[in-house]
Structure formats: C-alpha cells, structure tokens
C-alpha cells in the first residue's frame, strides 16, 4: 500500500489563480501534521478484509479532509478559541477568520468531490454509493456536526456522564466508525463484520477523545502541539472533570480492552489494529 501522506497530498487542490489563498489555507491545514488516524484505520480496514487495488483511496483523503475541516472551525474564537494547532498557528490565526470559514466549507466539499473518485477506481459501484453515504452520516447531522454542536451550547454548563459520551460519541467516534466502516465496505466485508468493526471503532474513538482530555490536563504545548488547558479555560466538562485524572486512564483502558475484544472476532491478521489500540491508550501527543 503506498504511503498514507502520499495519498492525501496527491488528493489536495492545487494553489493557482485567483482561488490560490482559499486553497492554500485549505493545504496548511490538511498538512501541518496530524496523527492521519482515520486514513491508517481506513487502510488496513480495507486490507483486513481483502480489498486491494487503489479505490480506497480517495476516501483515504477524503476523510482527512472533513476531519482538517472540522479543526479548522473548532479552532474559531466562537468554538474553542485556539491559536495554536500541531505546533503552528491555527488557521484562522494565520489566515483570518474569514478565509479560515471558507476554507473549512471547501474542504467538506472538496471531500466528496475527492470521494467519487473512488468511482473511476472500483468495479463496485455500489459499494462507492455506500461508503459515501456513511462518509456523509457520520460528519454531519447525525454525526460529528452534532456533537460539536452540542459540547459549544453546553459548555459552561454541568453536563451529566451520559450526556457527554453522547457527545463525545458524535464528535469524535463518529469519523473513526466511518474510517473502519468505509475501509470494511470498499473490501466487500458482510454486514455482520461491519458491524463489529464498526463497534470496536466507536470504543477507540471514545478511548481516544478521553485520552485527549487527560492530556489537556497533564500534557505540555510542546508535547500535544496545541493548547493545553483550553478546557478548564473555556469551563468545559469533560471525563478528567468528572472522574479525574486516574479514574478517566482506566475508563481509556477499559474502552481499549473492549475494543480489542470486538477486533478479535474478526477474520483475517489482526496484528496493526491490536497494536494501534495499545498506542492510542498510552499516546502522549
């Protein structure tokens, strides 16, 4: 499988013309860095389950775009008011807030325009038609959008254990349970594979935003390549808040444990995924 950098970079729009500013700010944010969870998980989703060949790529690239989409609006001063994103200035920082907006809207749209692609690249038309609608229902309405809809309107606000998995579940697990479900369906897995995959994805996500919030608080700057502290700054609630630091590590273990439980019942080498769970649990950045 060729390089997952490679593939987002061959995706991104290309800086000409009178739309060169939007495009560029649109790039700094796609290539400033980032872990590119979602686009590995898609990956070797899509090998778990026997896919080859290159029609799971342009949604590789895709969901990077919707993911850099949503970090560049997060970042707004009306969302979580940060300057500062993988180390370097957050886009609106270094762009503007207007130019930031747009560019977080073209980048949701250049997505889907990337992702049909996956049309000149598969036999499986059907399939493409699929994973588009999941690209679509899990980063908006029903999905990502809503929960960070909901974490703005609460924060400042006591929020109940239940409402803010919920939350974190929309925000977060969202685009993690698409990357897993896309990579599963592009290789022809059935239904009942997608599902598990799916359900182990949405224990990683969860794992993963709470691992976040423990490293808002113990982390450095120089270490997570954003701002620390930014919760307690904007009141918001979140696992560290509500259960401490302690307790919040053992739910991430707990979560990441059931997560490999699910990715146990699967067929096929199941060796990257049981790996990347164990990382994701002690992750410094």
């Known amino acids: 499988m060729p390089d997952v950098e490679a593939i987002i970079k061959k995706y991104l729009p290309i800086e000409e013309g009178n739309i060169s500013k939007l495009v560029e700010a649109m790039n700094y944010s796609v290539l400033a860095g980032g872990k590119r969870i979602r686009p590995i998980i898609m990956q070797e989703a899509y090998k778990l389950f026997g896919g080859t060949g290159k029609a799971i790529e342009p949604f590789m690239a895709a969901i990077e775009m919707i993911h850099n989409y949503s970090l560049i609006h997060d970042d707004l001063p009306p969302m979580d008011n940060d300057v500062i994103r993988r180390g370097k200035p957050s886009t609106w920082k270094a762009y503007g807030e207007a130019t930031a907006i747009?560019?977080?809207?073209?980048?949701?749209?250049?997505?889907?325009?990337?992702?049909?692609?996956?049309?000149?690249?598969?036999?499986?038309?059907?399939?493409?038609?699929?994973?588009?609608?999941?690209?679509?229902?899990?980063?908006?309405?029903?999905?990502?959008?809503?929960?960070?809809?909901?974490?703005?309107?609460?924060?400042?606000?006591?929020?109940?254990?239940?409402?803010?998995?919920?939350i974190y579940k929309l925000k977060?697990?969202?685009?993690?349970?698409?990357?897993?479900?896309?990579?599963?369906?592009?290789?022809?897995?059935?239904?009942?594979?997608?599902?598990?995959?799916?359900?182990?994805?949405?224990?990683?996500?969860l794992a993963f935003q709470i691992r976040d919030d423990i490293l808002d608080v113990t982390g450095d700057s120089a270490t997570t390549g954003k701002t620390t502290g930014l919760d307690e700054r904007n009141v918001k609630t979140t696992y560290v808040?509500?259960?401490?630091?302690?307790?919040?590590?053992?739910?991430?273990?707990?979560?990441?444990?059931?997560?490999?439980?699910?990715?146990?019942?699967?067929?096929?080498?199941?060796?990257?995924?049981?790996?990347?769970?164990?990382?994701?649990?002690v992750r410094n950045k």
């Open 102 to 166: 747009l560019a977080g809207d073209a980048l949701q749209t250049f997505a889907f325009e990337t992702a049909t692609k996956a049309f000149e690249l598969s036999d499986r038309p059907d399939l493409v038609v699929r994973a588009i609608r999941v690209l679509a229902q899990k980063s908006g309405v029903d999905g990502m959008a809503s929960g960070q809809d909901v974490d703005v309107q609460l924060a400042g606000q006591p929020i109940s254990k239940e409402v803010l998995k919920d």
């Open 241 to 281: 808040t509500l259960y401490g630091v302690e307790e919040a590590q053992q739910i991430v273990k707990d979560l990441s444990n059931a997560a490999i439980e699910k990715i146990n019942k699967l067929p096929g080498e199941k060796t990257f995924f049981l790996n990347l769970i164990n990382q994701l649990e």
């Open 172 to 205: 977060t697990g969202c685009l993690i349970e698409a990357a897993a479900m896309i990579g599963a369906i592009m290789a022809g897995a059935d239904d009942q594979e997608i599902s598990i995959i799916r359900r182990a994805a949405a224990d990683m996500g």
